[in-house]
């Protein structure tokens, strides 16, 4: 088998279990430069536990994770400083490279957060949190991004900068992005290849065809399945409540 | 100019408080105190040990803390039983495991109230070496360590995603804990070594907006409580140790007066 160049990282038939039970099983995917890979699904599907097995969070896993890349850029779903900790957002900047005071303003600046260089982290809003943690992960510039739930709490209009952001991103660093989003809307116009998680791999595919997929109606309702896809097929198997496989 | 017993506490007791200032708030950050107590705690088995084979006691100190800690970590990994509960367990039961020992030494006479609260009369230019070169190899490699340690203590997750090798830097933090309560244990003694890591930190972070400045002001802490610690023992023959941690004391509360302050700024 022949190594792609592209590839940044690839799970093969990946999988993690806690405690006895599994988070999530049978993952495979892959993340190549330049490309949008994202991870959709109910809560407790397993999205974040697989984005932290591809960034190598998780060691003890079932399956085959190869990373091609040191430079990542991560936005955990959940970030909580403690009082202890005084900490500014231009302290937050440099928390895992150093960088120069141009490429800190400029990684706030795009994220729209530039005035707030000097102020506390425990003092920001949840938007304005997430936009730091969003132009701290971009601001290495990156091989490879991981992006989980990157606009969360962040008002509509921001949003969609944000979203439109990722993706030039994704285009000027040639960058490849694992995003986790529960914005259909988006993830079907920005994304180049979606995968359905629910405790293992539902459907993936490109987003037109994994709206036409029944597996994806069943999780999001016929509403947004509704919105994005005319078409249906059959699918082959029902989820019990532990999120396992039973054929039909 | 060392021969003065008292200008030798001063001179330990500065080299201690540089060393405790980073790390303490360290301590405060990742929640450690209770385990710096258990490692403090392990010091009196560490102690006995220097007294049996003729050991310093700074190198015994340091290898059964390092090795009460190593033993923490396998407990942690192999028992259900929850962090502190264990820290618990390890830290009273070196401790009773220590005091029983003693009473088998017979033909030693111990310094109990010196081990505990610490002896400054004790102070030896040996100690003093120890202290300032140990101290400065703590420093030398806390600075090594900085960046995953920082990190990691900001968000485990974001530094091993991002490939600073987190677990990496916690072993050798543990370490550190280990060797700054062996330096340590003369000048405060083992009872009262957390309170010299966490409470000039705790001033520290009342007046403090950034990690550096914590640091700083934790280390400016850590000086004043030593210096006006050893003067009033000397002036009132109180027990140094404890002289120390009462100095700290007072300035942590002098620092709550600014954060009163600042919150009355604020509205």
Same mark, same amino acid.
């Given at each position: 088998?022949?190594?792609?160049?592209?590839?940044?990282?690839?799970?093969?038939?990946?999988?993690?279990?806690?405690?006895?039970?599994?988070?999530?099983?049978?993952?495979?995917?892959?993340?190549?430069?330049?490309?949008?890979?994202?991870?959709?699904?109910?809560?407790?599907?397993?999205?974040?536990?697989?984005?932290?097995?591809?960034?190598?969070?998780?060691?003890?896993?079932?399956?085959?994770?190869?990373?091609?890349?040191?430079?990542?850029?991560?936005?955990?779903?959940?970030?909580?400083?403690?009082?202890?900790?005084?900490?500014?957002?231009?302290?937050?900047?440099?928390?895992?490279?150093?960088?120069?005071?141009?490429?800190?303003?400029?990684?706030?600046?795009?994220?729209?957060?530039?005035?707030?260089?000097?102020?506390?982290?425990?003092?920001?809003?949840?938007?304005?949190?997430?936009?730091?943690?969003?132009?701290?992960?971009?601001?290495?510039?990156?091989?490879?991004?991981?992006?989980?739930?990157?606009?969360?709490?962040?008002?509509?209009?921001?949003?969609?900068?944000?979203?439109?952001?990722?993706?030039?991103?994704?285009?000027?660093?040639?960058?490849?992005?694992?995003?986790?989003?529960?914005?259909?809307?988006?993830?079907?116009?920005?994304?180049?290849?979606?995968?359905?998680?629910?405790?293992?791999?539902?459907?993936?595919?490109?987003?037109?065809?994994?709206?036409?997929?029944?597996?994806?109606?069943?999780?999001?309702?016929?509403?947004?399945?509704?919105?994005?896809?005319?078409?249906?097929?059959?699918?082959?198997?029902?989820?019990?409540?532990?999120?396992?496989?039973?054929?039909? | 100019?060392?021969?003065?017993?008292?200008?030798?506490?001063?001179?330990?007791?500065?080299?201690?408080?540089?060393?405790?200032?980073?790390?303490?708030?360290?301590?405060?950050?990742?929640?450690?105190?209770?385990?710096?107590?258990?490692?403090?705690?392990?010091?009196?088995?560490?102690?006995?040990?220097?007294?049996?084979?003729?050991?310093?006691?700074?190198?015994?100190?340091? %290898?059964?803390?390092?090795?009460?800690?190593?033993?923490?970590?396998?407990?942690?990994?192999?028992?259900?039983?929850?962090?502190?509960?264990?820290?618990?367990?390890?830290?009273?039961?070196?401790?009773?495991?220590?005091?029983?020992?003693?009473?088998?030494?017979?033909?030693?006479?111990?310094?109990?109230?010196?081990?505990?609260?610490?002896?400054?009369?004790?102070?030896?230019?040996?100690?003093?070496?120890?202290?300032?070169?140990?101290?400065?190899?703590?420093?030398?490699?806390?600075?090594?360590?900085?960046?995953?340690?920082?990190?990691?203590?900001?968000?485990?997750?974001?530094?091993?995603?991002?490939?600073?090798?987190?677990?990496?830097?916690?072993?050798?933090?543990?370490?550190?804990?280990?060797?700054?309560?062996?330096?340590?244990?003369?000048?405060?003694?083992?009872?009262?070594?957390?309170?010299?890591?966490?409470?000039?930190?705790?001033?520290?972070?009342?007046?403090?907006?950034?990690?550096?400045?914590?640091?700083?002001?934790?280390? %400016?802490?850590?000086?004043?409580?030593?210096?006006?610690?050893?003067?009033?023992?000397?002036?009132?023959?109180?027990?140094?140790?404890?002289?120390?941690?009462?100095?700290?004391?007072?300035?942590?509360?002098?620092?709550?007066?600014?954060?009163?302050?600042?919150?009355?700024?604020?509205?």
């Amino acid at each position: 088998m022949s190594i792609d160049k592209n590839i940044l990282v690839k799970l093969k038939d990946a999988g993690f279990r806690q405690n006895d039970k599994w988070l999530v099983k049978g993952v495979s995917l892959v993340v190549e430069k330049g490309k949008i890979v994202t991870l959709i699904g109910p809560n407790g599907s397993g999205k974040s536990t697989t984005a932290k097995i591809a960034l190598g969070i998780y060691k003890k896993i079932d399956g085959e994770v190869e990373k091609y890349t040191n430079k990542v850029g991560y936005v955990p779903q959940k970030v909580s400083i403690d009082w202890t900790l005084p900490l500014r957002v231009s302290d937050f900047m440099v928390l895992t490279e150093n960088l120069k005071d141009e490429a800190i303003n400029e990684a706030l600046s795009l994220t729209g957060v530039e005035h707030l260089k000097n102020k506390n982290l425990g003092n920001l809003s949840g938007g304005e949190f997430q936009r730091v943690l969003l132009a701290r992960a971009i601001s290495k510039k990156p091989e490879l991004l991981v992006l989980d739930e990157p606009v969360q709490g962040v008002d509509f209009t921001g949003e969609i900068a944000l979203y439109e952001l990722i993706k030039k991103i994704s285009e000027e660093l040639n960058c490849g992005i694992l995003l986790i989003s529960h914005d259909l809307h988006t993830v079907m116009s920005a994304t180049d290849h979606v995968v359905c998680l629910n405790g293992h791999v539902c459907c993936s595919g490109s987003p037109i065809d994994v709206a036409k997929n029944k597996e994806y109606k069943v999780l999001f309702g016929e509403q947004a399945s509704q919105t994005l896809s005319i078409y249906e097929h059959r699918h082959d198997h029902v989820h019990s409540h532990e999120g396992d496989i039973k054929k039909n | 100019m060392f021969d003065d017993f008292f200008i030798r506490a001063l001179v330990a007791g500065i080299g201690v408080a540089f060393v405790t200032g980073p790390l303490g708030c360290f301590v405060v950050w990742r929640r450690l105190s209770y385990f710096g107590d258990t490692l403090a705690h392990s010091a009196l088995l560490g102690v006995t040990m220097a007294y049996s084979f003729e050991l310093n006691i700074a190198v015994s100190v340091f %290898i059964i803390s390092s090795v009460i800690a190593l033993i923490l970590i396998q407990l942690q990994k192999k028992t259900n039983l929850p962090g502190d509960a264990l820290l618990g367990l390890l830290a009273h039961s070196s401790l009773a495991v220590g005091l029983v020992v003693i009473g088998f030494l017979t033909f030693i006479r111990f310094d109990i109230m010196g081990l505990l609260f610490g002896d400054i009369l004790a102070v030896t230019i040996d100690d003093l070496l120890i202290i300032w070169i140990g101290g400065g190899l703590i420093l030398l490699v806390l600075k090594l360590i900085w960046k995953p340690l920082f990190a990691s203590t900001v968000n485990y997750e974001l530094a091993e995603a991002e490939g600073l090798n987190p677990d990496r830097a916690k072993a050798i933090f543990t370490i550190l804990m280990a060797a700054i309560i062996a330096i340590s244990i003369k000048m405060v003694g083992l009872l009262l070594i957390t309170g010299m890591l966490i409470i000039p930190a705790a001033m520290a972070r009342n007046i403090s907006d950034n990690p550096k400045k914590m640091i700083i002001f934790s280390i %400016i802490g850590g000086l004043l409580s030593v210096i006006i610690g050893l003067f009033s023992s000397l002036e009132f023959n109180s027990p140094s140790g404890p002289s120390i941690i009462t100095a700290s004391l007072i300035l942590f509360i002098l620092s709550l007066l600014k954060i009163k302050q600042s919150a009355h700024l604020k509205n």
